[in-house]
């Protein structure tokens, strides 16, 4: 989905090797390759590639993608909570559960950053440094607020997002 919504956004040329069944598995991903489920969120990048958005919105429409970002954002404060209570409880499996379904949706809504943090936070869970993982809480939480701010201005005003950061 990924690979898809940056050729339509003209980021990925047709048979790169972004495009290769490769990119994205276990090994590519081992070699910072950027595919489908290791999208590539540099730190330049804005937190939300509105490109991706726009492709999304063309793909299923505005209520649809209204309805996805709400989702989205209602479920945002539970799943940072989620990944840290699986962390402090040393629940590995738990964490890099939650951390795969904030990953896929971020990528999904072009939420690079946050996407690939995601994936380095899962990384570092797989290979049982749960500590490390843990340091990077305050990172995730700044990103999830900075997407959130922009996110939020696509859907309009929300009483439950007040500054659009809470608990987050």
Sequence with gaps: MVVLTRRACGEVPDG????????GSPAGRDRGEAGPLNPVGRRGDP????????SLRRDVGEN????????????????LAEIELALERGDAADARRVMLD??????MMGAARLA???GEMEALVRRGRTADAAGLLGQMRREAV???AVVGENEGPR??????????
């Design 16 to 23: 790169s090797q972004a495009a290769d069944e490769t990119a």
């Design 47 to 54: 937190p939300i590639d509105r490109c991706v958005l726009d």
């Design 116 to 118: 690939a943090l995601m």
């Design 64 to 79: 649809i993608l209204k309805a996805f970002i709400r989702t989205y954002l209602d479920l945002l404060p539970r799943r």
């Design 146 to 148: 900075d997407v959130a």
């Design 159 to 168: 009483e439950h997002m007040g500054d659009h950061s809470p608990n987050l």
């Design 102 to 107: 904030l990953r896929s949706g971020s990528a």
